[in-house]
């Protein structure tokens, strides 16, 4: 069952054609990578997702009911979170306030300011936002501060971020971008582990292609803002035209 569908999206900024005439389908459950070159439309299709952007044609539906019109600020309360390209964490506070935060802000419905001063603040929420440190692997850093992290912990922190407000589909922008080999592969084995336990659905853009090839079950490949294929990873290393238009020999 599709919970993601996108149908005819296309999107020109002046006299760029950004996207024209996108089509994909995200499986529920699945892993669903959107790979292409620079200046290809992957950024711009993931703003389309969120609110940032409104398509100038076309329908994006989750779960069943249309994105279009959605606010940024609003997406995390229908079940989408998004993991950016450059963490975006409180630095200055430690790890566990920083997944208390949108913990609070998810059940609330709003964030408010002084969260901090409320009762519950040593309840629930806290107990919540320890469980999900505990899931990522930052249980014994919960009370370190959020700036003194490695980026790859800081990636996880946001992740956890995420996954406070219990979403049905994690959005991440090139999630392992800047990050050392043994960082990547820790991050690589976190999704799949967060795929097993909680049967989250990912969409991921990403430039690295042992990334791609060791999470995608199914990979959109766009190129001057059309999808030029869409196929399982075993099918899209094999693609001729995807080969000429993108791969090169990085799938061999």
């Keep these: 069952m599709a919970i993601l569908q996108v149908r005819n999206v296309s999107k020109r900024f002046g006299g760029l054609q950004a996207l024209n005439d996108v089509n ?21 299709l993931l703003n389309c997702f969120v609110g940032r952007l409104i398509p100038d044609t076309g329908t994006v539906m989750f779960d069943g009911k249309s994105l279009l019109g959605i606010k940024p600020h609003e997406i995390n309360q229908i079940g989408v979170s998004r993991v950016f390209q450059t963490p975006e964490i409180f630095g200055d506070l430690s790890l566990l ?5 949108p913990t609070f802000a998810h059940r609330d419905g709003a964030f408010k300011v002084n969260w901090w001063n409320r009762a519950d603040r040593e309840s629930d929420i806290q107990d919540h936002a320890e469980e999900i ?4 692997g930052l249980y014994e850093k919960r009370h370190e501060i959020a700036d003194a992290m490695s980026r790859g912990d800081k990636r996880r922190l946001e992740m956890a971020m995420c996954l406070s407000q219990d979403p049905k589909l994690l959005l991440l922008d090139e999630p392992t971008a800047g990050m050392s080999r043994a960082d990547t592969n820790a991050t690589i084995d976190l999704l799949k582990r967060l795929g097993e336990t909680r049967g989250l659905t990912k969409v991921i853009i990403e430039h690295d292609m042992h990334v791609v090839f060791s999470l995608a079950s199914y990979i959109s490949v766009l190129a001057q ?28």
């Design 97 to 101: 306030e920083n997944v208390m935060i």
């Design 133 to 136: 440190l505990q899931e990522i």
């Design 24 to 44: 994909l389908s995200v499986e529920e459950g699945t892993v669903h990578a959107i790979i292409g070159p620079n200046g290809a439309g992957k950024s711009t």
């Design 225 to 252: 803002g059309t999808v030029i294929a869409g196929n399982t990873p075993e099918l899209i290393k094999g693609d001729p035209k995807v080969k000429e238009a993108y791969l090169g020999t990085e799938a061999e």
